[in-house]
């Protein structure tokens, strides 16, 4: 005998118990996982790294306890928090248009990957965007660390787009919740130092953005830097055409990071934050290499 399905009413019900424990959620995930990749890294990692750990850990976790606090205090009204407003107070698409409850939450996730992907783009291809994103770009080591290396700016700027995209959508929290999640954990699996059997990633990255994946984007070959964009799914660069499958120079000889920034002692927390308003910005915005390409003789 089976036990009855949970009528469609007690589905916010158990939404609101889950999202009752979304600190600890999100938390639990991200602790979790940073752990587990570290270890990963420890045992079996993909190359060696080119700049010492211990100063970039302390830079690149310092960055992600500022960006807690520019977010909190910059900001009481979270992403997730403006859904459960649009919810009480019927505004947004799927407040307005009836459609099933797990429709809006795939859709949530989907449509908000997408923006995150067409935001990343933007990031490099706009030089005063992109004078904000360089600095994750300028770590010369490529490991789980990176996938916190953000300008709390740049923090910031995200968090306003992807709260627009969940007020336009009124997007159920729990799809909020469940994408929040998802982005940080890929966000440490993709950047972390890690080794995959070749035959694992290649279906792995059908389903999501690998490690190998991501590390051709962190090339300091601006046409490998401005490709694949995506963070969680990796359909979006197949589709818009910026998928490269992997570096030229291979991933063990590959060289991370930025022309103009070559010595990572230079590129400290303090160094970190007032990069954008201080730093060169290369040639790496999309649109300047492709002009000076052209503009070289056949």
Do not use: C
């Not at 928090?81 to 248009?97: H, I, K, M, P, Y």
């Not at 949530?108 to 990343?120: E, F, G, N, S």
């Not at 589709?239 to 590129?267: K, N, V």
């Not at 201080?278 to 390409?293: C, D, L, V």
């Amino acid at each position: 005998m089976t036990a009855p399905e949970a009528p469609e009413h007690e589905v916010p019900k158990l939404e609101n118990a889950f999202l009752a424990h979304e600190p600890t959620i999100r938390l639990a995930a991200f602790l979790g996982l940073l752990a587990l990749i570290a270890v990963w890294e420890a045992l079996r990692p993909r190359r060696a790294l080119a700049a010492p750990k211990t100063p970039r850990w302390l830079s690149n976790f310092g960055l992600v306890a500022l960006d807690s606090l520019v977010l909190r205090f910059a900001s009481p009204l979270l992403a997730i928090d403006l859904a459960l407003t649009a919810e009480e107070r019927g505004f947004g698409l799927f407040n307005l248009v009836p459609a099933p409850r797990w429709l809006a939450i795939v859709a949530t996730v989907l449509v908000l990957d997408l923006v995150i992907y067409l935001q990343h783009r933007a990031f490099h291809a706009v030089p005063l965007l992109w004078r904000l994103h360089m600095v994750h770009h300028t770590d010369r080591g490529f490991d789980v660390s990176t996938g916190v290396r953000f300008h709390p700016v740049e923090i910031a700027l995200s968090m306003g787009i992807k709260m627009a995209i969940v007020a336009l959508l009124g997007a159920p929290a729990s799809g909020v919740l469940v994408f929040e999640v998802f982005l940080s954990a890929t966000s440490l699996f993709n950047h972390g130092n890690v080794f995959l059997l070749p035959a694992v990633d290649r279906y792995l990255r059908l389903i999501v953005v690998t490690p190998d994946m991501h590390r051709v984007h962190h090339s300091i070959d601006p046409v490998e830097t401005n490709s694949n964009y995506g963070f969680n799914l990796p359909w979006w660069d197949r589709l818009f055409g910026s998928y490269r499958a992997q570096p030229a120079a291979g991933h063990e000889r590959m060289t991370i990071g930025l022309e103009q920034f070559p010595e990572a002692r230079r590129l400290l927390l303090h160094h970190l934050l007032i990069l954008p308003f201080s730093g060169r910005t290369g040639r790496y915005p999309a649109g300047r290499y492709r002009k000076r390409a052209a503009s070289r003789p056949g």
